[in-house]
């Protein structure tokens, strides 16, 4: 069966600092990947997504970036974060079917001071 | 554009009581419609997803939904909520529009009093 992982689970970042969050999906091959913040009492708002290694689809301008440098792992880095970029970040996958149900990760909880 | 409305920010029903969340959405072509169940602190899980045919969809824990073409909703239903289906609900439509995306409502959170 496919899992799905994230790390680190709770992330407390001071402004200006790196920001490396991983994700990485199992039993599977060529999965769509996808990076969504969800910030406090807010929906969900796509990042990023990915299609295949090394293709990257942005969806709002910010200071983050996504990398996928191999098939089933899907990285969003930040050089210096914001205290805007605090939010629960959560990375998806579906088949590479049109319209396949997304499967979530649990979560990583970045709090920026 | 495509967009999803959740009119509904939060909602408290009952334990036992029926539940309807509200779900309206905009989209050219024929939609395709998820609602996913996140509990606190946690990813999302799909409850039920309409593609074709049938326009009332079973899915897990006993929820249903209704996709009304007419009134673009998609509506999820039970009809008896229990404590355990506290949680914040979200309403997703997808697009085909430069790939496979999916976008989201911003959710209804459900309480439910005993």
């Known amino acids: 069966s496919q899992t799905i992982h994230q790390w680190p689970a709770t992330l407390v970042q001071p402004v200006g600092s790196p920001l490396s969050l991983e994700c990485t999906v199992e039993?599977?091959?060529?999965?769509?990947l996808y990076w969504y913040r969800q910030a406090a009492g807010r929906g969900l708002q796509l990042l990023f997504y990915s299609v295949g290694i090394g293709q990257i689809s942005s969806e709002v301008p910010q200071n983050l970036s996504a990398s996928r440098p191999q098939d089933r792992q899907f990285i969003l880095s930040s050089k210096k974060l914001l205290l805007s970029d605090s939010g629960f970040y959560l990375c998806a996958w579906s088949t590479n079917r049109m319209q396949e149900t997304q499967y979530f990760g649990p979560g990583t909880r970045l709090l920026v001071l | 554009a495509q967009s999803v409305t959740q009119p509904d920010i939060h909602i408290t029903v009952s334990e036992g009581a029926s539940l309807e969340l509200r779900c309206n959405y905009s989209?050219?072509?024929?939609?395709?419609l998820f609602w996913y169940v996140q509990s606190p602190g946690q990813g999302l899980q799909l409850l039920l997803k309409?593609?074709?045919?049938?326009?009332l969809v079973q899915g897990i824990k006993g929820f249903e939904a209704e996709f009304k073409r007419s009134q673009s909703s998609f509506n999820l239903r039970k009809p008896s909520v229990h404590w355990s289906d506290a949680a914040e609900y979200f309403c997703a439509v997808g697009t085909i529009a430069g790939g496979f995306k999916t976008i989201f409502g911003a959710g209804t959170r459900l309480f439910v009093k005993a």
């Open positions: 309409y593609f074709s045919g049938d326009t």
């Open positions: 039993g599977t091959s060529n999965p769509n």
């Open positions: 989209y050219g072509a024929t939609p395709y």
